[in-house]
């Protein structure tokens, strides 16, 4: 029986993005990849040490019965790709016990460029809904010369290919430099072109970005997405 390191299971409203308004049971899933300065979850960057908990599938599962209210089990992090297995193995529960159930994951599509990542493939093609959020190199502070971008469209080429596009949703958290390189670029978000869903848009927070300034900025292929629960100060 696997099992996985949780940073927090609670249930809530979504208060962003082409979800908001739904009640979900969210699994925050501990440990990251990545050291973004301007992380929004610091708290789930560790996988070890007091505040995390090590859970199995069969708890996860006990807890999504505890919750029959939340239409949707919301896997989010850290980065819960790096623990793709046991998202899995809970996926294929959940599918069984509660077919009802939709479910959904938001990443940061590091490993989703790893091909060999099967496990993470698993997980992505069982999904109702997959939010990706791809991160510039430094974490946003200062304009990484476009290398965002290079992985921006090497998703879509991924994301197209394996005809995931229907649910998936690409979302920029817009810090400073983001905003500069966009602001300077023709056609920022050409990769999106001919995408049922287009790039979703919200402030980082800490940035100097403000949702007026957004509006200002808005390229052809976006749309700007509110954070509700920081506006309305809900978990
Ligand atoms: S990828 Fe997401 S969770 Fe990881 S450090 Fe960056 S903002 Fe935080």
């Given amino acids: 029986m696997s099992d996985a390191v949780i940073s927090e ?3 809530s409203v979504q208060g962003e993005l082409p979800l908001m308004g739904y009640r979900m049971l969210f699994v925050r ?3 990251c990849n990545r050291r973004c300065p301007l992380c929004d979850e610091p708290h789930a960057l560790a996988n070890s040490g007091p505040a995390v908990k090590t859970m199995t599938v069969d708890e996860i599962l006990s807890e999504v019965e ?3 209210a939340a239409d949707w089990i919301w896997f989010t992090g850290g980065e819960p790709t790096l623990q793709a297995k046991f ?5 294929t529960r959940i599918r069984t016990s509660n077919p009802r ?4 994951m938001d990443t940061n599509g590091d490993l989703i460029k790893s091909r060999m990542r099967l496990d993470v493939w698993c997980v992505l093609v069982d999904l109702d809904c997959l939010i990706i959020s791809p991160k510039f190199n430094n974490g946003g502070v200062e304009n990484d010369g476009g290398g965002w971008y290079k992985r921006f469209d090497d998703l879509t080429s991924d994301i197209v290919k394996w005809k995931l596009r229907e649910f998936t949703h690409i979302r ?3 810090t400073d430099a983001v905003a500069e390189f966009v602001a300077k670029e023709k056609d920022p978000f050409k990769f999106a072109d001919g995408w049922k869903n287009p790039v979703i848009l919200s ?3 800490g940035s100097g970005v403000t949702y007026k300034s957004l509006w200002t900025l808005m390229p052809k292929g976006s749309r700007v997405s509110f954070q509700a629960h920081k506006i309305f100060k809900f978990k």
């Fill in 9 to 11: 299971i609670f249930e």
């Fill in 29 to 31: 899933m501990a440990g």
């Fill in 66 to 68: 505890k919750h029959p």
């Fill in 87 to 91: 998202v899995n193995d809970v996926i």
């Fill in 101 to 104: 159930k939709k479910i959904g």
């Fill in 172 to 174: 920029l958290l817009v």
């Fill in 203 to 205: 402030p980082a927070e």
